[in-house]
Protein backbone atom coordinates (compact mmCIF):
# COMPACT_ATOMS: atom_id res chain seq x y z
CA UNK A 1 0.00 0.00 0.00
CA UNK A 2 1.64 3.41 -1.18
CA UNK A 3 1.91 6.06 1.40
CA UNK A 4 -0.66 9.09 0.87
CA UNK A 5 1.58 12.03 -0.91
CA UNK A 6 1.13 15.34 1.49
CA UNK A 7 -0.10 18.17 -0.94
CA UNK A 8 2.67 20.60 -1.25
CA UNK A 9 2.57 23.95 0.54
CA UNK A 10 2.42 25.76 -2.34
CA UNK A 11 -0.64 23.94 -4.22
CA UNK A 12 -2.58 24.85 -0.39
CA UNK A 13 -1.81 28.48 -0.81
CA UNK A 14 -3.06 28.93 -4.69
CA UNK A 15 -6.06 26.45 -3.15
CA UNK A 16 -6.83 28.96 -0.53
CA UNK A 17 -6.01 31.99 -2.71
CA UNK A 18 -8.82 30.96 -5.45
CA UNK A 19 -11.27 30.33 -2.51
CA UNK A 20 -10.79 33.35 -1.19
CA UNK A 21 -10.93 35.08 -4.99
CA UNK A 22 -14.29 33.75 -5.42
CA UNK A 23 -15.44 34.50 -1.92
CA UNK A 24 -14.73 38.50 -2.30
CA UNK A 25 -15.67 38.33 -6.13
CA UNK A 26 -19.35 36.44 -4.92
CA UNK A 27 -19.44 38.70 -2.16
CA UNK A 28 -18.82 41.96 -4.88
CA UNK A 29 -21.93 40.60 -7.06
CA UNK A 30 -24.79 40.38 -4.23
CA UNK A 31 -23.78 43.52 -2.73
CA UNK A 32 -23.86 45.51 -6.31
CA UNK A 33 -27.74 44.92 -6.23
CA UNK A 34 -27.76 47.25 -3.11
CA UNK A 35 -28.20 50.40 -5.25
CA UNK A 36 -31.18 49.21 -6.71
CA UNK A 37 -32.73 47.33 -3.73
CA UNK A 38 -32.61 50.57 -1.45
CA UNK A 39 -33.91 52.99 -4.03
CA UNK A 40 -36.80 50.51 -4.28
CA UNK A 41 -37.54 50.03 -0.46
CA UNK A 42 -37.59 54.29 -0.58
CA UNK A 43 -39.85 54.35 -3.36
CA UNK A 44 -41.69 52.34 -0.49
CA UNK A 45 -41.53 54.61 2.16
CA UNK A 46 -38.50 53.45 3.86
CA UNK A 47 -35.69 55.68 5.00
CA UNK A 48 -32.12 55.22 4.38
CA UNK A 49 -31.77 54.21 8.75
CA UNK A 50 -34.91 52.31 8.70
CA UNK A 51 -33.54 50.51 5.77
CA UNK A 52 -30.32 50.27 6.93
CA UNK A 53 -31.69 48.88 10.54
CA UNK A 54 -34.16 46.10 9.00
CA UNK A 55 -31.24 45.14 6.69
CA UNK A 56 -28.72 44.53 9.58
CA UNK A 57 -31.45 42.82 11.78
CA UNK A 58 -32.52 40.05 8.58
CA UNK A 59 -28.82 39.88 8.61
CA UNK A 60 -28.03 39.23 12.41
CA UNK A 61 -31.23 36.70 12.30
CA UNK A 62 -29.65 35.12 8.89
CA UNK A 63 -26.27 34.87 10.46
CA UNK A 64 -27.62 33.80 14.03
CA UNK A 65 -29.34 31.04 11.93
CA UNK A 66 -26.43 29.56 10.62
CA UNK A 67 -24.24 29.57 13.88
CA UNK A 68 -26.97 27.21 15.17
CA UNK A 69 -27.24 25.02 12.31
CA UNK A 70 -22.98 24.85 12.72
CA UNK A 71 -23.56 24.20 16.50
CA UNK A 72 -26.18 21.47 15.92
CA UNK A 73 -23.73 19.39 13.31
CA UNK A 74 -21.54 19.53 16.60
CA UNK A 75 -19.48 22.89 16.25
CA UNK A 76 -18.90 24.61 19.05
CA UNK A 77 -18.70 28.28 19.86
CA UNK A 78 -15.63 30.41 20.62
CA UNK A 79 -14.37 30.80 24.45
CA UNK A 80 -15.40 34.68 24.33
CA UNK A 81 -14.38 35.29 27.84
CA UNK A 82 -11.08 34.10 26.95
CA UNK A 83 -10.22 36.04 24.02
CA UNK A 84 -8.26 39.07 24.80
CA UNK A 85 -9.94 42.66 25.48
CA UNK A 86 -8.17 43.77 22.01
CA UNK A 87 -10.15 41.40 20.19
CA UNK A 88 -13.14 42.37 21.65
CA UNK A 89 -12.26 46.49 21.32
CA UNK A 90 -11.95 45.11 17.54
CA UNK A 91 -15.28 43.28 17.09
CA UNK A 92 -17.35 46.39 18.60
CA UNK A 93 -15.25 49.15 15.99
CA UNK A 94 -15.90 46.84 13.44
CA UNK A 95 -19.40 47.21 14.69
CA UNK A 96 -19.28 50.77 14.54
CA UNK A 97 -17.27 51.52 11.19
CA UNK A 98 -20.21 49.22 9.68
CA UNK A 99 -23.12 50.96 11.17
CA UNK A 100 -21.79 54.31 10.04
CA UNK A 101 -20.54 52.95 6.97
CA UNK A 102 -24.07 51.90 6.05
CA UNK A 103 -26.33 55.10 7.09
CA UNK A 104 -23.45 56.95 4.71
CA UNK A 105 -23.24 55.33 1.37
CA UNK A 106 -27.75 54.67 2.02
CA UNK A 107 -27.61 58.01 2.35
CA UNK A 108 -25.70 58.95 -0.31
CA UNK A 109 -27.93 56.88 -2.77
CA UNK A 110 -30.75 58.83 -1.56
CA UNK A 111 -29.09 62.33 -2.43
CA UNK A 112 -26.96 61.31 -5.35
CA UNK A 113 -27.08 59.48 -8.48
CA UNK A 114 -25.92 55.52 -7.64
CA UNK A 115 -22.95 55.83 -9.92
CA UNK A 116 -21.46 58.95 -8.46
CA UNK A 117 -21.88 57.44 -4.79
CA UNK A 118 -20.28 54.00 -6.11
CA UNK A 119 -17.23 56.49 -7.44
CA UNK A 120 -16.87 57.93 -4.24
CA UNK A 121 -17.02 54.93 -1.99
CA UNK A 122 -14.72 52.95 -4.39
CA UNK A 123 -11.95 54.76 -4.02
CA UNK A 124 -11.78 52.54 -0.87
CA UNK A 125 -9.16 50.29 -2.76
CA UNK A 126 -6.75 53.01 -3.20
CA UNK A 127 -6.70 53.88 0.49
CA UNK A 128 -6.56 50.41 1.44
CA UNK A 129 -3.78 49.96 -0.53
CA UNK A 130 -1.79 53.20 0.51
CA UNK A 131 -2.16 51.99 4.10
CA UNK A 132 -1.03 48.09 3.47
CA UNK A 133 2.38 49.97 2.16
CA UNK A 134 2.15 52.52 5.18
CA UNK A 135 1.87 50.17 7.69
CA UNK A 136 4.33 47.56 6.21
CA UNK A 137 1.42 44.67 5.96
CA UNK A 138 1.70 44.59 2.16
CA UNK A 139 4.37 45.52 -0.56
CA UNK A 140 2.57 47.06 -3.71
CA UNK A 141 4.69 45.23 -6.11
CA UNK A 142 4.41 46.35 -9.78
CA UNK A 143 1.86 44.14 -10.76
CA UNK A 144 -0.49 44.83 -7.77
CA UNK A 145 0.29 48.15 -8.33
CA UNK A 146 -1.18 48.00 -12.43
CA UNK A 147 -3.96 45.97 -10.97
CA UNK A 148 -5.28 48.92 -8.85
CA UNK A 149 -4.71 51.06 -11.56
CA UNK A 150 -6.42 49.09 -13.82
CA UNK A 151 -9.43 48.49 -11.70
CA UNK A 152 -9.81 52.02 -10.39
CA UNK A 153 -10.15 53.52 -13.87
CA UNK A 154 -12.08 50.53 -14.97
CA UNK A 155 -14.36 51.32 -12.15
CA UNK A 156 -14.83 54.93 -13.25
CA UNK A 157 -15.47 54.12 -16.09
CA UNK A 158 -17.99 51.96 -15.64
CA UNK A 159 -19.87 54.18 -13.09
CA UNK A 160 -19.52 57.22 -14.90
CA UNK A 161 -19.38 56.73 -18.60
CA UNK A 162 -23.17 55.18 -19.02
CA UNK A 163 -26.14 56.49 -19.94
CA UNK A 164 -28.36 59.11 -20.99
CA UNK A 165 -28.47 62.33 -18.90
CA UNK A 166 -25.95 64.09 -16.79
CA UNK A 167 -25.99 62.67 -13.14
CA UNK A 168 -27.61 64.13 -10.29
CA UNK A 169 -23.97 65.79 -8.61
CA UNK A 170 -24.85 66.44 -4.42
CA UNK A 171 -21.74 67.30 -2.56
CA UNK A 172 -23.02 66.10 0.60
CA UNK A 173 -24.19 63.21 -1.00
CA UNK A 174 -20.74 62.38 -2.27
CA UNK A 175 -18.81 63.46 1.10
CA UNK A 176 -20.95 60.40 2.49
CA UNK A 177 -19.70 58.21 -0.25
CA UNK A 178 -15.96 59.18 1.03
CA UNK A 179 -17.13 58.82 4.41
CA UNK A 180 -18.31 55.18 3.81
CA UNK A 181 -14.76 54.59 1.82
CA UNK A 182 -12.95 55.37 4.91
CA UNK A 183 -15.33 53.17 7.15
CA UNK A 184 -14.68 50.58 4.51
CA UNK A 185 -10.88 51.10 4.60
CA UNK A 186 -11.45 50.70 8.83
CA UNK A 187 -13.22 47.61 8.28
CA UNK A 188 -10.62 45.86 6.42
CA UNK A 189 -7.68 45.62 8.52
CA UNK A 190 -9.67 45.03 11.31
CA UNK A 191 -11.35 42.08 9.41
CA UNK A 192 -7.78 41.38 8.70
CA UNK A 193 -5.80 41.27 12.07
CA UNK A 194 -8.00 43.10 14.48
CA UNK A 195 -10.16 39.43 15.89
CA UNK A 196 -8.48 36.77 13.93
CA UNK A 197 -8.87 34.19 17.11
CA UNK A 198 -12.83 34.54 16.44
CA UNK A 199 -14.21 32.10 13.12
CA UNK A 200 -15.17 34.14 10.45
CA UNK A 201 -19.19 33.18 10.91
CA UNK A 202 -18.90 34.35 14.59
CA UNK A 203 -17.13 37.33 14.02
CA UNK A 204 -19.86 38.66 11.22
CA UNK A 205 -22.52 37.54 12.91
CA UNK A 206 -21.14 39.88 16.22
CA UNK A 207 -20.19 42.81 13.39
CA UNK A 208 -23.35 43.06 11.94
CA UNK A 209 -25.65 42.83 15.21
CA UNK A 210 -23.76 45.53 16.90
CA UNK A 211 -24.07 47.83 13.57
CA UNK A 212 -27.87 46.35 14.13
CA UNK A 213 -27.88 47.58 17.78
CA UNK A 214 -26.76 50.69 16.67
CA UNK A 215 -29.13 51.26 14.00
CA UNK A 216 -32.44 50.61 16.32
CA UNK A 217 -30.69 53.14 19.49
CA UNK A 218 -30.11 55.37 16.55
CA UNK A 219 -33.86 55.08 15.07
CA UNK A 220 -35.56 54.89 18.53
CA UNK A 221 -33.85 58.29 19.63
CA UNK A 222 -33.99 60.10 15.97
CA UNK A 223 -38.12 59.27 16.74
CA UNK A 224 -37.98 56.95 13.21
CA UNK A 225 -39.50 54.05 15.21
CA UNK A 226 -43.00 54.52 14.10
CA UNK A 227 -41.59 54.41 10.20
CA UNK A 228 -39.63 51.19 11.34
CA UNK A 229 -42.79 49.48 10.91
CA UNK A 230 -43.57 50.11 7.48
CA UNK A 231 -42.99 46.26 6.98
CA UNK A 232 -45.55 45.36 8.99
CA UNK A 233 -48.10 47.62 7.10
CA UNK A 234 -46.98 47.23 3.97
CA UNK A 235 -46.10 43.49 3.18
CA UNK A 236 -44.59 45.43 -0.93
CA UNK A 237 -41.26 46.13 1.12
CA UNK A 238 -40.69 42.74 2.52
CA UNK A 239 -39.40 40.95 -0.29
CA UNK A 240 -36.85 43.90 -0.37
CA UNK A 241 -35.47 44.37 2.76
CA UNK A 242 -35.87 40.30 2.95
CA UNK A 243 -32.66 40.39 0.13
CA UNK A 244 -31.00 43.45 1.82
CA UNK A 245 -30.61 41.31 4.99
CA UNK A 246 -30.22 37.58 3.56
CA UNK A 247 -28.38 37.86 0.35
CA UNK A 248 -27.25 41.90 0.43
CA UNK A 249 -25.46 41.77 4.06
CA UNK A 250 -25.64 38.11 5.47
CA UNK A 251 -24.20 36.00 3.39
CA UNK A 252 -22.04 38.74 1.73
CA UNK A 253 -20.05 40.26 4.68
CA UNK A 254 -19.53 36.95 5.62
CA UNK A 255 -17.78 36.05 2.29
CA UNK A 256 -16.02 39.29 2.28
CA UNK A 257 -14.28 38.72 5.75
CA UNK A 258 -12.97 35.75 4.36
CA UNK A 259 -11.97 37.03 1.20
CA UNK A 260 -9.87 39.74 3.70
CA UNK A 261 -8.53 36.37 6.06
CA UNK A 262 -7.58 34.67 2.93
CA UNK A 263 -5.87 37.25 0.04
CA UNK A 264 -5.63 39.69 2.13
CA UNK A 265 -6.79 43.51 2.07
CA UNK A 266 -4.98 44.90 -0.83
CA UNK A 267 -5.91 42.38 -3.34
CA UNK A 268 -9.49 41.63 -1.43
CA UNK A 269 -9.82 45.31 -2.43
CA UNK A 270 -9.29 45.12 -6.00
CA UNK A 271 -11.74 42.35 -6.65
CA UNK A 272 -14.41 43.82 -4.62
CA UNK A 273 -14.19 46.37 -7.63
CA UNK A 274 -16.39 43.79 -9.57
CA UNK A 275 -19.76 44.93 -7.27
CA UNK A 276 -19.96 48.49 -9.53
CA UNK A 277 -19.24 46.30 -12.41
CA UNK A 278 -21.59 43.86 -11.35
CA UNK A 279 -24.25 46.54 -9.95
CA UNK A 280 -24.69 48.30 -13.50
CA UNK A 281 -25.17 45.02 -15.38
CA UNK A 282 -28.03 43.73 -12.83
CA UNK A 283 -29.78 47.16 -13.64
CA UNK A 284 -29.36 46.52 -17.41
CA UNK A 285 -30.82 43.45 -16.58
CA UNK A 286 -33.23 44.26 -14.16
CA UNK A 287 -33.99 48.42 -15.10
CA UNK A 288 -33.54 48.06 -19.62
CA UNK A 289 -30.56 50.32 -18.43
CA UNK A 290 -28.29 49.45 -21.42
CA UNK A 291 -24.59 49.39 -20.88
CA UNK A 292 -22.63 51.38 -23.05
CA UNK A 293 -19.48 50.48 -24.68
CA UNK A 294 -17.20 52.44 -22.62
CA UNK A 295 -19.28 50.40 -19.55
CA UNK A 296 -18.09 47.23 -20.99
CA UNK A 297 -14.31 48.32 -22.08
CA UNK A 298 -14.28 49.50 -17.66
CA UNK A 299 -15.75 46.43 -16.69
CA UNK A 300 -13.18 44.30 -18.32
CA UNK A 301 -10.58 46.38 -17.01
CA UNK A 302 -11.82 45.46 -13.88
CA UNK A 303 -12.15 41.53 -14.53
CA UNK A 304 -8.67 41.61 -15.90
CA UNK A 305 -7.39 43.28 -12.77
CA UNK A 306 -9.15 41.16 -10.82
Known amino acids: MSAVRPVPPSTTARHDALAGTAAVAVAACLFGTLGPVSRAAYDAGLTPLTFALWRAVIGTVALGLLLVLLHVRGRGPVPWRSLPPRALVALVAAGGSSLVLNLAIFSAFERTSIALALFGFYTYPAIVAAASVAIGEERLTPVRLVALAMALVGMAVVVLGGGSGAAAFDAFGFGLALLAAV ?79 SIGPTRTSIVALLEPVSGAAIAAVALGEALGPLQLAGGVLVLLAA
Not at 188 to 194: Q, S
Not at 219 to 230: E, F, H, K, P, R
Open 183 to 261: MQAAYVFLGRRGFRAVPSEEATFAVVGVSAAGFLLLALVSGAGAGATLPFRDLEVLPAIAWAGIAGAGVPSLLFLVGIR
